[in-house]
Nanobody, 115 residues
Framework: QVQLVESGGGLVQPGGSLRLSCAASGTIFSIYTMGWYRQAPGKQRELVASITSGGTTNYADSVKGRFTISRGNAKNTVNLEMNSLKPEDTAVYYC?????????WGQGTQVTVSS
């Protein structure tokens, strides 16, 4: 079956860095747009960053210059390098893969930025 499995969340101090990874399996993810969303308590889920099969990236304004999204060579993995983290980056981060009408989500990984 299709699975997206995230890893790399945790607790980090403001100004620190974390790297999230998502491994996808069960279908041909090389054709999918993959991305990261986040949801903070009491807020709606929002797009953080995405990357198409061709490598075109898109970032939320709040993370531009601090976060970098990339895909593995096999294109079934997607990573999110997060630098200069702020308390407002605290959220559950979800991996997402989409192609036409098909969309899949990971289970989420908690990122907490706090001193």
């Amino acid at each position: 079956q299709v699975q997206l499995v995230e890893s790399g969340g945790g607790l980090v101090q403001p100004g620190g860095s974390l790297r999230l990874s998502c491994a996808a399996s069960g279908t041909i993810f090389s054709i999918y747009t993959m991305g990261w969303y986040r949801q903070a308590p009491g807020k709606q889920r929002e797009l953080v960053a995405s990357i198409t099969s061709g490598g075109t990236t898109n970032y939320a304004d709040s993370v531009k210059g601090r976060f970098t999204i990339s895909r593995g060579n096999a294109k079934n993995t997607v990573n999110l390098e997060m630098n200069s983290l702020k308390p407002e980056d605290t959220a559950v981060y979800y991996c997402n893969a989409g192609w036409r009408t098909r969309e899949y989500w990971g289970q989420g990984t908690q990122v907490t930025v706090s001193s």
